[in-house]
């Protein structure tokens, strides 16, 4: 029983960054139509944000985790000016592949930078699981703004929004989070290194398609659901069998459901 | 008479296809005025471009401020509001949000509230509808919905693309009544509208748009008196 609960507890954490990683590439998707490769990239940053942050200025817990996601915040809007709004609104693969490019180059950069051997972060306080605040896209002005920028771009910006901005403010949103993310994992394995992005940005990606991206709330309780199902697996099977139960269940899902479990908006 | 909006040799091309061709047209204050033409004619392409939402090239002007190559969003916040072809409302929001997306630039102020009760005095049934989906209205009523949005944001030139498309003779009859009562307020209107006969009935001017050029423009009496637009436009 204390194994069992010690492996859902784990899961929860590693789940939570899975759900806040999703959580960003779902949004960014429903609101612009673009799928950003370059997301766990913001995550990476948020992990080196953490380690740069303890190295040079604080090693105060609110302290770090504002760091990273400040840094991954930086690096989102960098990549939002550079990729995203030159080719936004053209034929999906475009962005895709741009974002793609500028994740690619964003690792190699953060090897050039730090090695490519993970950088350890110094075990500041014990992790700390915080809870992702409820995502304000129902009532406030902007979030019914970006809401009608989801369904009709055009029609929003001839009311007044400034399409623009809702794709700043979108990622970098998506960035806080993933930058938040990056910063516990790092602190939770007392690591960074460049490539980390690649499978938890894969997962992370695999929860949005199991869920489909219409439901927030699907997307975060599948990132949870994955997180303590792998848990059980490495505690109860074997951990070298964890991964494969990931995209194991994106199989099976994606057979009979190909918009995930709660619906998708289409491109 | 002042004159609202002034657009002169309109160009509008996707790719290599051209669209719009050295097209000039006037609003002047407190008119209706209507493009005519087939499908394909150029008609939402020339308003498209009046919106800021389509690249274009020649002189588009606001009470003599130009605005061709700002962005839509800051066109609308010189006075300008979009009834658009298919009403294209926000169906996840209620209609109590669409007006308020409708107020955006404006803000939802003490102001807005008094804009609201004005708008559902205008169209009675959305005040009854006003907490339901967008997406669930009749046709009819989102017409209603997608006028109301764009009048709420106070504008002084409002544009309408196809606005009796889809509708039932009798909703069509009555909502160019409400067109003409919103028009005798004050504010002025560019419509586009494939219902020739109905249009040059409301409309105090219009403009004729064939294949991306300007064919014919005049009077709506002189246009509905004209034998070749007749033979066109109005089917006999």
Same mark, same amino acid.
């Given at each position: 029983?204390?194994?069992?609960?010690?492996?859902?507890?784990?899961?929860?954490?590693?789940?939570?960054?899975?759900?806040?990683?999703?959580?960003? @590439?779902?949004?960014?998707?429903?609101?612009?139509?673009?799928?950003?490769?370059?997301?766990?990239?913001?995550?990476?940053?948020?992990?080196? =944000?953490?380690?740069?942050?303890?190295?040079?200025?604080?090693?105060? @817990?609110?302290?770090?985790?504002?760091?990273?996601?400040?840094?991954?915040?930086?690096?989102?809007?960098?990549?939002?000016?550079?990729?995203?709004?030159?080719?936004?609104?053209?034929?999906?693969?475009?962005?895709?592949?741009?974002?793609?490019?500028?994740?690619?180059?964003?690792?190699?950069?953060?090897?050039?930078? @730090?090695?490519?051997?993970?950088?350890?972060?110094?075990?500041?306080?014990?992790?700390?699981?915080?809870?992702?605040?409820?995502?304000?896209?129902?009532?406030?002005?902007?979030?019914?703004?970006?809401?009608?920028?989801?369904?009709?771009?055009?029609?929003?910006?001839?009311?007044?929004?400034?399409?623009? @901005?809702?794709?700043?403010?979108?990622?970098?949103?998506?960035?806080?989070?993933? =930058?938040?993310?990056?910063?516990?994992?790092?602190?939770?394995?007392?690591?960074?290194?460049?490539?980390?992005?690649?499978?938890?940005?894969?997962?992370?990606?695999?929860?949005?398609?199991?869920?489909?991206?219409?439901?927030? %709330?699907?997307?975060?309780?599948?990132?949870?659901?994955?997180?303590?199902? %792998?848990?059980?697996?490495?505690?109860?099977?074997?951990?070298?069998?964890?991964?494969?139960?990931?995209? =194991?269940?994106?199989?099976?899902?994606?057979?009979?459901?190909?918009?995930?479990?709660?619906?998708?908006?289409?491109? | 008479?002042?004159?609202?909006?002034?657009?002169?040799?309109?160009?509008?091309?996707?790719?290599?296809?051209?669209?719009? *061709?050295?097209?000039?047209?006037?609003?002047?204050?407190?008119?209706?005025?209507?493009?005519?033409?087939?499908?394909?004619?150029?008609?939402?392409?020339?308003?498209?471009?009046?919106?800021?939402?389509?690249?274009?090239?020649?002189?588009?002007?606001?009470?003599?401020?130009?605005?061709?190559?700002?962005?839509?969003?800051?066109?609308?916040?010189?006075?300008?509001?979009?009834?658009?072809?298919?009403?294209? /409302?926000?169906?996840? +929001?209620?209609?109590?949000?669409? /007006?308020?997306?409708?107020?955006?630039?404006?803000?939802?102020?003490?102001?807005?509230?008094?804009?609201?009760?004005?708008?559902?005095?205008?169209?009675? &049934?959305?005040?009854?509808?006003?907490?339901?989906?967008?997406?669930?209205?009749?046709?009819?009523?989102?017409?209603? +919905?997608?006028?109301?949005?764009?009048?709420?944001?106070?504008?002084? &030139? +409002?544009?309408?693309?196809?606005?009796?498309?889809?509708?039932?003779? *009798?909703?069509?009859?009555? &909502?160019?009544?409400?067109?003409?009562?919103?028009?005798?307020?004050?504010?002025?209107?560019?419509?586009?509208?494939?219902?020739?006969?109905?249009?040059? *009935?409301?409309?105090?001017?219009?403009?004729?748009?064939?294949?991306?050029?300007?064919?014919?423009?005049?009077?709506?009496?002189?246009?509905?008196?004209?034998?070749?637009?007749?033979?066109?436009? +109005? $089917? $006999?």
């Amino acid at each position: 029983m204390e194994l069992f609960l010690q492996q859902v507890l784990n899961g929860l954490m590693i789940g939570s960054t899975y759900a806040v990683v999703a959580l960003g @590439f779902s949004l960014v998707f429903s609101v612009m139509r673009v799928v950003n490769m370059a997301h766990p990239e913001f995550f990476m940053a948020g992990a080196f =944000g953490a380690y740069l942050t303890i190295r040079h200025v604080t090693t105060n @817990f609110f302290g770090v985790l504002a760091g990273g996601m400040l840094v991954a915040a930086v690096i989102g809007l960098v990549v939002e000016r550079l990729a995203i709004r030159p080719v936004r609104g053209r034929y999906v693969m475009i962005p895709f592949i741009a974002t793609s490019g500028v994740g690619i180059a964003l690792q190699h950069l953060a090897e050039r930078v @730090f090695g490519s051997d993970p950088v350890a972060i110094p075990p500041v306080v014990p992790t700390v699981s915080y809870t992702l605040g409820q995502l304000s896209v129902r009532n406030t002005k902007w979030g019914r703004a970006t809401r009608a920028v989801a369904e009709r771009p055009e029609v929003a910006a001839a009311f007044g929004v400034d399409v623009n @901005f809702v794709s700043r403010l979108t990622i970098g949103i998506s960035a806080l989070m993933a =930058g938040a993310a990056g910063v516990s994992i790092g602190i939770l394995y007392t690591s960074a290194w460049a490539f980390m992005g690649l499978l938890y940005g894969l997962k992370s990606f695999v929860c949005m398609l199991v869920a489909g991206n219409r439901h927030i %709330e699907g997307v975060m309780a599948i990132g949870l659901l994955l997180g303590v199902l %792998e848990a059980l697996v490495s505690g109860y099977v074997s951990s070298t069998l964890r991964d494969a139960v990931a995209f =194991g269940v994106l199989v099976v899902v994606l057979v009979f459901k190909p918009g995930g479990l709660f619906g998708s908006y289409s491109v | 008479m002042s004159l609202l909006l002034r657009v002169r040799d309109l160009e509008v091309s996707y790719g290599a296809v051209p669209a719009v *061709k050295r097209v000039a047209l006037e609003v002047p204050a407190g008119e209706i005025r209507a493009i005519l033409g087939a499908n394909g004619a150029g008609k939402s392409s020339t308003i498209k471009a009046i919106l800021g939402l389509v690249k274009a090239r020649g002189t588009i002007e606001l009470e003599g401020r130009p605005i061709h190559g700002a962005p839509p969003h800051r066109i609308h916040q010189l006075g300008v509001a979009w009834v658009p072809e298919g009403r294209q /409302l926000f169906s996840t +929001l209620t209609v109590h949000e669409n /007006l308020k997306m409708g107020a955006f630039a404006r803000g939802d102020g003490p102001r807005f509230a008094s804009r609201v009760d004005e708008m559902f005095a205008l169209f009675p &049934l959305l005040r009854e509808r006003r907490s339901q989906l967008a997406g669930s209205l009749s046709g009819g009523e989102q017409q209603m +919905l997608a006028i109301a949005r764009a009048l709420i944001s106070e504008p002084r &030139l +409002l544009i309408m693309d196809e606005p009796s498309l889809g509708l039932a003779p *009798k909703v069509v009859q009555r &909502l160019f009544e409400q067109i003409r009562e919103i028009n005798a307020r004050g504010l002025s209107i560019l419509m586009v509208e494939q219902n020739a006969r109905q249009a040059l *009935k409301i409309a105090h001017y219009a403009y004729l748009l064939e294949v991306g050029r300007l064919a014919a423009e005049g009077p709506s009496a002189a246009l509905m008196a004209s034998e070749d637009v007749q033979r066109v436009y +109005l $089917g $006999g």
